[in-house]
């Protein structure tokens, strides 16, 4: 006859068992999101660019202890290639890991919609296992629009913010009078083209559109015919919503050409190379719009943290907006006091956040953050308007107008759709 011993468990066995339910504590100590953006290719620098910014807001997130009193933030990574497909594989991969947030916006409106629209799906499907969107760079408006999901929140401003604040600021510049549209041929290309015609028209009725073309994102290799029917029109200046090396190599064209064009775009600036190209083309004035630029005066917070920045990565900060994304985050996650998506989606929706470039604010009615835009061109160190270069150049950033995102705020076409309603 068997005995069963009522012994107790000896030390190795005990020591086993107190591991595991270690590690099943850690595990659920852990919130998981998940970076989705170009880090191959063409645009590889500016994936690499936005993951750096990532992970140091959420290196220091963790540093002071995380979220909800000792959850830790973990970052996992995946590579866009540019591509919706691409995208869909890193979703599943990063569902798969148990990532409960997204974080992108490199890789361009239409990808980043199809992630949304992706991770929609997913959640009506898998009640109690939902993830949500945070995008900091893809601006296309209908995404916070016609296209809008409880699930998706915009961190940037989106197109008609920007162009409306360039629109304020050609408005009050009257050597601006013949516009060429050069845009990339995808969803936001369009957006930037479209709403430029429709913005800086109604500013400036007296400019005159004088030609528009697309073309192939991140394909072409030499954008000399695109200048010289950009010469061949008359125009002074190029609305344009061109990053990377689309931008970087117009401009090389441009210079190559020696023609003295104005550039009007969205975040170019933002972007490793340009302020580089501007001064290597030694021609041209491109103007672009961010929430904050390098060099910007009366800016101590972003100071402070650029220095710090610097110090720990070896790398310039670029981009306050990217930094913050994820402290929005871990403030909403306190804010419900749960990582349970719905809860912390509800939490993100009206919340104040007092950021680097002071406070900001989610719209409940359609997830945009309204934050602050400023105007500026990239320009010669005068010791003024521009007191310092940027890239290793002699060229900086000088401030033209500043902008609250109340000013810049647009109406929208939102019907928000909440769980449960």
């Given amino acids: 006859m068997l005995k069963f011993s009522r012994a107790p468990l000896a030390p190795i066995a005990l020591a086993s068992l107190l591991a595991l339910s270690g590690a099943a504590q850690a595990q659920q100590s852990t919130y998981k999101i998940a970076y989705i953006d170009p880090l191959s290719g063409p645009f590889a620098n500016v994936g690499e660019l936005m993951l750096m910014h990532v992970q140091y807001a959420i290196e220091e997130i963790n540093a002071k202890g995380g979220v909800l009193g000792g959850t830790k933030l973990q970052l996992l990574q995946f590579d866009s290639k540019l591509s919706a497909q691409e995208s869909q594989s890193a979703l599943q991969a990063a569902i798969d890991q148990g990532a409960k947030a997204i974080v992108t916006g490199g890789s361009g409106s239409s990808v980043v919609t199809a992630l949304v629209q992706s991770v929609a799906r997913w959640n009506q499907r898998n009640p109690g296992k939902e993830l949500i969107v945070l995008n900091h760079s893809s601006i296309d408006p209908e995404m916070t629009g016609k296209t809008c999901s409880f699930w998706h929140f915009q961190t940037e401003a989106n197109t008609a913010m920007k162009m409306k604040a360039l629109a304020n600021y050609i408005k009050k510049t009257p050597d601006v009078k013949k516009v060429y549209l050069l845009n990339q041929d995808y969803a936001h290309g369009k957006q930037w083209a479209s709403y430029g015609r429709q913005l800086v028209g109604l500013a400036r009725p007296d400019v005159q559109f004088v030609g528009e073309t697309l073309h192939p994102i991140g394909r072409v290799k030499d954008f000399s015919p695109y200048i010289a029917n950009i010469k061949q029109s008359g125009a002074d200046s190029v609305i344009t919503g061109n990053w990377g090396q689309d931008m970087t190599l117009l401009l090389k064209a441009a210079g190559d050409a020696g023609y003295n064009l104005r550039y009007f775009n969205h975040s170019a600036g933002s972007v490793p190379g340009t302020v580089l190209a501007v001064s290597q083309a030694k021609l041209g004035q491109l103007t672009w719009v961010a929430e904050w630029h390098p ?127």
Avoid at 316 to 331: K, V
Avoid at 380 to 398: C, Q
Wanted: proline share 6%; glycine share 10%; with cysteine.
């Fill in 295 to 421: 060099g910007q005066a009366d800016t101590p917070r972003v100071d402070a943290l650029a220095k710090t920045y610097k110090a720990k990565t070896g790398k310039d900060f670029l981009s306050p907006r990217i930094d913050f994304t994820p402290r929005l985050l871990a403030a909403a996650i306190n804010k419900a006091g749960s990582t349970d998506t719905v809860k912390v989606a509800t939490a993100l929706e009206d919340m104040t956040f007092d950021s680097v470039v002071g406070p900001i604010r989610m719209r409940a009615e359609d997830h945009q953050l309204l934050l602050p835009q400023v105007v500026n061109t990239i320009a010669p160190v005068d010791g003024k308007s521009v007191k310092s270069g940027w890239e290793g150049t002699n060229y900086g950033f000088r401030t033209d107008a500043v902008y609250t995102g109340n000013e810049l705020a647009q109406g929208t076409d939102c019907k928000m759709v909440r769980p449960g309603g």
